[in-house]
């Protein structure tokens, strides 16, 4: 277990089906994400904003997954949702299936060794956007340090997701939880996420690398290309 690869996948949109150009046959999207997945040879995948209602699971033999999500019901808004994409081999080393917590938050445990008892706690988050109330980040953060606070101390905590932030570049201010390669300004979004990391001492890994700067950010300004 020590090559487990994980990834979180900002924006994934799981309606049941699409549709090919060449065949016109539907095509769910799940088998088209699970192909991807595939390719990279991704163990555990995080995915945001599934638009699959309510909780469930299906099964991509073909595609060698098992998708779980959480989201809210067919009658109520669905603007988040969340939900992981496990290898199928690895579903029955699951301590349980994957709990949703609610349409922003899921969690599941994994067992890395059977000898030692050793497991991993994984995170699947939607943070709420800028354009959110107040209100319903602090609640946002509210459940996550819920969730942080019930790991036990030891497991391996992985959290992933898109937290709509931009954590900036200091370095400095934030010693142990940005690296040397973050981008822009820091935003109110990220005080909260920051707040966050260093309260239960975690890093931003993606601020660890040297990466071109199209691969550091997953969105920009419409008008001003920032």
């Not at 000898?115 to 319903?136: G, L």
């Not at 019930?150 to 570049?169: C, E, H, I």
Request: with cysteine.
């Amino acid at each position: 277990m020590d090559d487990l690869k994980l990834v979180a996948k900002p924006r994934t949109i799981l309606d049941p089906t699409s549709t090919t150009t060449k065949t016109r046959r539907p095509k769910r999207r799940t088998a088209l994400v699970a192909r991807e997945l595939g390719w990279y040879g991704v163990d555990i995948a995080a995915l945001s904003e599934s638009r699959l209602p309510g909780t469930g699971q299906l099964i991509e033999s073909g595609g060698g997954y098992t998708f779980f999500w959480s989201r809210r019901s067919n009658e109520e808004c669905r603007k988040a949702g969340v939900g992981f994409a496990i290898k199928n081999h690895l579903v029955g080393k699951l301590d349980s299936i994957p709990e949703g917590v609610n349409d922003h938050l899921m969690t599941l445990k994994l067992q890395l060794q059977l000898s030692k008892k050793t497991f991993a706690t994984i995170i699947s988050a939607f943070a709420p956007t800028m354009t959110n109330p107040e209100e319903t980040k602090d609640k946002f953060y509210e459940d996550l340090e819920a969730i942080l606070s019930s790991v036990p101390q030891t497991d391996k905590l992985l959290l992933l997701g898109d937290f709509n932030a931009r954590v900036g570049k200091d370095h400095q201010a934030w010693s142990g939880i940005i690296g040397h390669h973050g981008i822009g300004k820091c935003n109110s979004n990220a005080l909260l996420l920051l707040r966050t990391c260093a309260t239960y001492g975690l890093t931003l890994t993606n601020t660890m690398f040297r990466l071109p700067t199209r691969n550091k950010t997953s969105w920009r300004y419409p008008r001003s290309k920032h």
